[in-house]
Structure formats: C-alpha cells, structure tokens
C-alpha cells in the first residue's frame, strides 16, 4: 500500500513527554475508579506481582490495594501473557477479547525458542495442547507440576519442553492468591475456561485496539505501536484508519498518528516526582523512548523501579526488608537540586508507607551513580 507523505506540525520532545503523561494519568493523581485505569491504560505488565499496585497508587488518589484485590479474586482483572508476550494485568473481558490478537506473537514466540520448539517435534500439536487444557482444567499447576503431568504420556520428551509449550499457545491465567496485595503463593496456571467461564475464540479488531493504544500512548508512530504489541501487519491498518487520524512529526521527522480530539499538551506544565514500578509500559511501549528517557539510558531495561523528575528518568528505586524494618534505596544520575530533593523525600515516604505501613522503622537512602 503505498504510504500518504509525512504531515502535520511538529511535536518537539517535552510536548511528547507531557502529553504521554497526561494520558498515562501521571501529571496528577485522580479519584480513578480502580478497573477503568486498568482498561483505560491498555493493562499493565504484571510479572512482578507487586507492580500493578505501584502502577496504581502513582494515578490513583488515596489508591487502596484491596480494589485490585477484590478484582482479581472476583475474577474480574486476570493476569495472562499478552502484548510483548509479557504477563498483563487486564480485565477479563480484555483477557478474552485480546488474546485471540496476541496469539500469533505467541506462537511466534514459541517457534523462537529452539530447544522449546525441537523439544516437541514429532508430537501432535493439538494432541499435546488437548492434554495440557485438560490437564489445567483439572487443576491450576506449576510448570513443573504440568511438565510432570505431560511427562507421564511422552516420558521420552523433556518435561519442561512441554509444559512450555502448552504455556506459550494455550490461552492461560495465573490464578489467585498469586499477584494479590499479601499473598507470596509460588505462580499457578489455568484455561481462561476453567478460570473465567468462557474461551477466547474471537479475534478482536486490531484497529480498535490500536485506538485504544493511542489513547493512553499517543501520539504515535507505526513503530511504536509495533514495539508495544509485537503485533505485524500495522502498516496497513493504520492506512486504513488514516481518514479518521490526525497526524503530526516529531523532531527526527517521523509521522505520528492520534485520535482526532485527543488532547495534545505544550510541555511547559509542571510534572510531579513519580515512581514507577518495574517494567512499567510507559518506558517500555514507544520505539523511540527519548519522550521519556535520554538517550544515554535507551538500552538498559529497568528491572527496578524507576524515578521521573520533571517528567523523565533520572534514577531508579528497590526496596529491602527485614522483620521489622524497610529500606528504600534509591539511585539518581542527576543531583537533585534543595527544592527537587524535598519533594522527591516526600514522594519517596509516600511511597515507603504505602509499600510498609506495618514496618517499625521506614528509611529513605538517596545516592548518585552512574547510569
């Protein structure tokens, strides 16, 4: 299909980063109703059970943990691999209305990994699939204890090759009490029928879903939407939804596409110090991350939570326990000016009573380093 010429005014880098937090609802915390920011952000990576909360009390005014709690061992939001093929926290409408979209970056995925794929050669695929989905029907299981079961009916086979390939293709969740506020339980899978009552069987429509995307991510490039679902075939989705974009540059020149009334914000307003948890989407969905990240810090991936000062990284965050105490470490690569460093101390307590609110002692350790 050939592609219409770049146009639209240019959105230079702080515009980008302001408008990324004001859909993200990170400029300022709002009276958000607990299962809409969580649709409304397209889900949250959830392989560290503990991020979603994070995630949330950096958007939600006076965030309880117990919303998301009751949510999940409602079976109303379910944690199951989806874009990127990452663990998400969705709703479990969006479980079922995603996956089908997501499933041939699974599989793709799944044929990636040589010793995984050449482990099950020679079995049949919906053979082996049809064990696994009544093995976990049966039953939530561990990897091991579904590689176990499957080993019983190929003991020639590798069990954690088959359990990880029916990981990766069948439709699963990870059940509760894991990824709950308190709970430590070790991770256990299930069908979406067992779990949720219905199958993911019917696709949903990429351009919806790349709306969706805008709203919470945009403005855009086909790239970044890329970069964010794994998903091929863009290009002309987009194309086709061209009628109904708008479209803008950004300073390397690269078109990018929002919704037509989305609002688009200066970059002169003011971003509060927030703390994002592991892995959070907004570092993660965009090809090109230097609307939230210089440039010097692109490639390494934060595996620890991370520190926006006027809007961008400029550090990252753990936490250390011990019976009754807990510390919060965190590493900045900018100093921080008087006024800055306060209100980075403050966001930081706010944090540590969140996270402890139990502990005897809570301490707040800032250094600098390196990046």
Do not use: C
């Not at 949510?71 to 996956?99: F, K, N, P, Q």
Request: net charge neutral.
């Amino acid at each position: 299909m050939p592609r219409t010429p770049r146009t639209g005014p240019v959105l230079h880098r702080r515009a980008l980063n302001r408008t990324l937090l004001h859909r993200q609802r990170l400029l300022e915390r709002g009276a958000h109703d607990t299962a809409e920011t969580i649709d409304h952000l397209v889900g949250m990576q959830s392989q560290v059970p503990k991020a979603p909360f994070v995630g949330l009390w950096s958007r939600i005014t006076d965030f309880d943990p117990a919303t998301l709690d009751a949510l999940m061992l409602e079976r109303r939001a379910v944690r199951a691999s989806l874009m990127r093929t990452t663990l998400h926290l969705v709703s479990a409408d969006d479980a079922i209305g995603l996956r089908p979209l997501f499933q041939p970056v699974l599989e793709r995925a799944f044929h990636s990994q040589r010793a995984f794929r050449e482990g099950v050669d020679g079995i049949d695929p919906a053979e082996l699939l049809e064990a696994g989905r009544q093995a976990l029907d049966e039953s939530p299981m561990s990897t091991s204890e579904l590689g176990r079961v499957l080993g019983e009916k190929w003991p020639d086979r590798d069990p954690s090759h088959l359990a990880y390939s029916v990981r990766f293709r069948l439709p699963l969740v990870q059940v509760t009490p894991r990824g709950t506020w308190a709970s430590t339980q070790a991770p256990r899978v299930t069908t979406f029928e067992a779990w949720m009552g219905r199958p993911a069987v019917t696709a949903g429509d990429p351009a919806s879903l790349l709306r969706r995307y805008l709203g919470a991510f945009g403005p855009a490039s086909v790239g970044d939407m890329r970069t964010w679902s794994w998903l091929t075939g863009l290009r002309e989705v987009v194309e086709a939804m061209r009628p109904q974009l708008r479209t803008f540059r950004d300073e390397k020149g690269r078109e990018l596409f929002d919704l037509p009334d989305a609002p688009i914000l200066t970059g002169d307003e003011p971003a509060p110090i927030r703390f994002l948890p592991e892995y959070d989407n907004v570092l993660l969905s965009h090809e090109d991350r230097t609307r939230v990240v210089d440039r010097w810090l692109i490639d390494p991936v934060f595996t620890r939570g991370s520190l926006l000062v006027d809007g961008f990284v400029n550090g990252g965050w753990s936490l250390k326990r011990t019976k009754r105490a807990v510390t919060l470490t965190l590493e900045v690569f900018d100093e921080l000016s008087g006024a800055v460093r306060a209100e980075v101390e403050a966001e930081g307590e706010t944090l540590l009573r969140f996270l402890a609110p139990t502990a005897e002692t809570r301490t707040l350790e800032v250094t600098r380093v390196e990046p």
